[in-house]
């Protein structure tokens, strides 16, 4: 009789290496998750507490150029008599 060669097997045996890999890479990937869930929550703590700031930035923005409006038609004015 002739054997058929047997391309690749899976084993039902996990050795202890294994199961510590897994163990280390799982523990590994909470403490990361965690540790990056934390930095999200700080990230936004900041952002809630500049977004007034940016607002009236915004704000001043808007009339520093209505203000720069103004100014031209009274130097225009001026110009003009």
Known sequence: MTERPHGW??????????LVTLALQTAGGLIWAGATSERIRHLELR??????VY????RLEENSAYTRLALERIERRLAGE
């Open 9 to 18: 097997r899976i084993d039902r045996q996990i050795t202890l290496g294994v």
């Open 47 to 52: 952002v809630e507490a500049t977004a007034p």
């Open 55 to 58: 607002e009236r930035i915004a």
